[in-house]
């Protein structure tokens, strides 16, 4: 749960030895090389497009991840069997495009043949076959039928026959040497087309063998996919080198190389073996203040969830702190909060445990799985507490105990709103007093916090404390306006200037209030989310009630539709508005700076 402390180093060295050094260092895997001049990426972060394959990285990517959705892999190959990256590549490529061809001709053929299947096995007669006559083919509404027996009565000589019936609809064909009038039939004509039922269920069958022998082929060669793995590795693996050759620093005659960057000064201790080894000079010293040094974040697995998610959106300066534990822990409250139902948060905890061992398998979806886990958790939590089981609230029984915060109690849910939105900001300032380098600086947030503080008493206390809370504000507003600003004071000016940098700060006031007014959406979407489940239960109780027996199948249906309807909305809501209130509100009073990510200039491939 901290910011990794670094050390700045430069590595010199003979040029003669700076391919086998740079190899070294890579092998080592524990170190932020920069960029040289004229060098556009990270070389621990070597674009793909960079990377030596023999052909477009993207192509190769892409028959990864077609291998990858084949079910049930075959053994991999040994690594030093014979492997044709270019030939595997091609086959895949050439089965996907065949098969995502056959997979739309095949969604054709169920169409068309659902669509002629009511007008049965027949062929269309040849011009002649029939004399002059031909067929025409009607779908007429059963309500519109009389309109065809009264043909004659209207100057129609039109023989016709129903050649199929449902409750709805007749399948009619009518006999004539052309289309008929439109004014004479109720409908337009159906086309159906000049292949017959039969040709079309053998094209599909066709279809349907061909599918297989790729599924077949593809699943023959996902025995490579660890080859191509290895390959892209190995080419990652050249190109982040190449462009860390690219990042040294050379003298003028070329015989000394340098190579700079940051390492965590736990691992300096290798570091300076592999210099020793490689007969090159390392210096190493702290960071200096005005260098841009990486952040490397180091969190326990149960909070890496957390840590995901910040560097997600926003890696925090070196000279910051880690904010993962807050993000982990804020988020999946606020995402509780917004969900607002028991019932629907064991049901996605039923969707984690299928996915559990999946998520496992590499560190980055362990840490999630976990973050998702403590969401989910949480609203099983809050949903008891607020009373909501898929918008039924229990009236006896122990689960009637846990419901204690009624979401229709609009003031007391107003109040627990602002009351967490106010503690998350306090908590965000009273982290950045708390490493403020001296305490003049930390005066500031401690006086957002006595704002925040003195608001809250003045709202929800008794005239009593009013006192108390008008102090609370007052001592506030008077630390920002006197400590806003560090600056010496040297004369009658400067002490001007300094009330004047302390009267701006004081204008955050509004946007103090209005991110403390934002924390209401945790309120306001958790009753959207109760009250459109209740409204769904609601409906369905009623029409069960209004139409006995067939009835219970649409109450059901709509049952279904309409939770899963809610479930979504609740999962975007939770996922947006839990992460903007961290992102936004929480983040422009807790963190200062905006850093950049430790890369490690590391191996891809797994050497054996």
Not at 227 to 248: M, Q, T, W
Not at 269 to 285: C, N, W, Y
Not at 463 to 476: E, K, M, S, T
Request: aromatic share 8%; net charge neutral; charged share 25%.
């Amino acid at each position: 749960m901290t910011i990794v402390r670094l050390h700045q180093f430069a590595l010199v060295g003979r040029d003669v030895d700076r391919t086998h050094t740079l190899a070294e260092l890579q092998r080592l895997g524990c170190t932020h090389v920069e960029p040289g001049a004229g060098t556009r990426a990270n070389p621990s972060d070597a674009p793909p497009r960079e990377l030596d394959l023999g052909r477009p990285p993207r192509e190769v990517l892409d028959a990864l991840k077609v291998l990858a959705r084949v079910d049930h892999p075959r053994r991999q190959a040994w690594a030093d069997e014979p492997f044709d990256l270019d030939a595997v590549v091609d086959r895949v490529g050439a089965l996907e495009s065949r098969r995502l061809h056959l997979e739309d001709r095949r969604d054709f053929l169920e169409d068309r043949i659902e669509d002629l299947r009511h007008w049965g096995d027949f062929r269309l007669p040849e011009p002649g076959e029939i004399g002059p006559y031909r067929l025409w083919f009607y779908r007429v509404p059963n309500a519109r039928m009389r309109e065809l027996d009264d043909l004659p009565e209207r100057g129609f000589d039109l023989p016709w026959q129903v050649v199929h019936r449902d409750a709805r609809t007749s399948w009619v064909v009518v006999v004539s040497p052309t289309q008929p009038p439109a004014n004479a039939m109720p409908v337009l004509r159906t086309r159906t087309g000049k292949v017959s039922l039969e040709q079309l269920r053998r094209e599909l069958e066709s279809v349907e063998q061909e599918l297989e022998e790729i599924a077949a082929n593809l699943h023959a060669l996902t025995r490579w996919k660890s080859a191509i793995v290895r390959n892209l590795a190995r080419a990652a693996d050249r190109a982040s080198l190449d462009a860390a050759h690219d990042a040294c620093a050379r003298d003028a005659d070329g015989a000394v190389f340098v190579v700079r960057g940051f390492v965590p000064s736990a691992e300096l201790p290798r570091l300076e073996s592999l210099a020793a080894k490689s007969g090159a000079a390392l210096v190493a010293a702290e960071p200096a203040p005005e260098s841009r040094t990486p952040t490397l974040l180091d969190n326990p697995r149960h909070f890496g969830g957390g840590e995901e998610l910040v560097q997600f959106y926003q890696t925090p300066g070196y000279r910051d702190w880690d904010p993962s534990p807050v993000v982990a822990f804020s988020f999946a409250t606020f995402f509780a909060m917004i969900l607002a139902d028991a019932g629907y948060a064991l049901l996605l905890g039923a969707g984690l445990l299928i996915g559990w061992r999946k998520l496992g398998r590499t560190e980055k979806g362990a840490r999630i799985r976990l973050l998702v886990g403590g969401m989910l958790a949480a609203g099983v939590v809050y949903g008891a507490i607020v009373g909501s089981w898929f918008g039924v609230t229990p009236q006896h029984g122990f689960l009637a105990k846990l419901h204690v915060l009624p979401l229709d109690d609009f003031d007391s849910m107003m109040r627990v709103s602002v009351l967490i939105g106010a503690a998350h900001l306090a908590l965000a300032n009273t982290i950045v007093a708390s490493r403020a380098r001296t305490r003049a600086r930390a005066v500031p947030p401690l006086g957002w916090v006595g704002v925040l503080a003195g608001g809250l008493v003045l709202w929800l206390a008794g005239p009593g404390q009013r006192p108390l809370g008008y102090g609370l504000v007052a001592l506030g507003l008077l630390g920002i306006l006197f400590f806003q600003s560090d600056r010496r004071i040297a004369g009658p000016l400067d002490v001007l200037k300094r009330l004047a940098a302390g009267a701006l700060g004081l204008t955050n006031i509004t946007r103090l209030f209005g991110d403390v007014l934002s924390y209401l959406r945790l309120f306001a979407l958790g009753l959207a989310s109760s009250s459109l489940a209740m409204t769904f239960n609601s409906l369905a109780s009623d029409i069960q009630d209004a139409m006995p027996g067939i009835g219970l199948l649409f109450a059901i249906v709509l049952l279904v539709i309409g939770h899963a309807i809610n479930l979504v909305l609740g999962l975007i809501g939770g996922l947006v508005h839990g992460l903007r209130l961290n992102f936004i509100e929480f983040y422009q009073w807790g963190l200062s700076e905006e850093g950049r990510p430790f890369r490690p200039f590391a191996k891809r491939e797994v050497e054996r």
